[in-house]
Structures are given as C-alpha cells and as structure tokens.
C-alpha cells in the first residue's frame, strides 16, 4: 500500500519560492509516475508537474515551465517540487500522486497525498 505524506507548504509573499516535498512509501510496481497536482479554493484540480522515479521523463504544461521544477530522488523516495515567482494564483492546495503514467490525467494516479496548503500573498 503506497502512501504519500505532502510538507513543505505555507504561506509566501508574491515573488517569493517554496519546494514542496512528497515522502513516498510503501511503493509498488505500478507507481512508475509521480505528479503534483493543485486545486485552487473553488476550482477542480489542475496538474502541475509529472516525472519518473529515475528523472528520465518529466513533463510540466507550457503554462508551468520556468517557474516550476520537478524532481525525484529515488534512493530516498523522495518527490520535489520546487516553485518560483510565486503568484497569488498560485494558490492552492497541492497534492502528491503515484501511478503508472507520467502526464496530465488525474486517472492516471492511484494514490494521493492529503495535500499541503500553499497560500501566496500579493
């Protein structure tokens, strides 16, 4: 059974950096992918970042790159995502996720963290 425990979250001002973490456990071998999705108050949950354990196949929407990064560091099970410039737009509860398939579908994930709350200030 995989579990997902999300930290790193809180609050920022406009501008500001934030790296969320994801500890990963109890992995199996359908949990090839991870992802980082958010879900702004009000509003379904939108993908932000998706990769491999290994590293060798990220993928992030146009409308994310240059402000976020994602990485895994697979001897730790270990998920980052590390964001930059930091909007008030940019808020929103953002979750950790495994599954099988790197990319933007939220059916391609069986297991989710609780989430962790990032709320950015203007």
């Known amino acids: 059974h995989v579990q997902l425990v999300e930290s790193g979250g809180g609050s920022v001002q406009a501008g500001g950096s934030l790296t969320l973490s994801c500890a990963a456990s109890?992995?199996?071998?359908?949990?090839?992918?991870m992802g980082w999705f958010r879900q702004p108050p009000g509003k379904g949950r939108e993908f932000v970042a998706g990769?491999?354990?290994?590293?060798?196949?990220?993928y992030l929407p146009d409308s994310k790159k240059g402000r976020f990064t994602i990485s895994a560091d697979n001897a730790k099970n270990m998920v980052y995502l590390r964001m930059n410039s930091l909007k008030p737009e940019d808020t929103a509860i953002y979750y950790c996720?495994?599954?099988?398939?790197?990319?933007?579908?939220?059916?391609?994930?069986?297991?989710w963290g609780q989430g962790t709350q990032v709320t950015v200030s203007s």
């Open positions: 996720a495994a599954g099988d398939v790197v990319g933007p579908d939220l059916n391609y994930y069986d297991y």
């Open positions: 109890g992995r199996s071998f359908n949990t090839y992918a």
């Open positions: 990769t491999s354990w290994t590293g060798d196949n990220t």
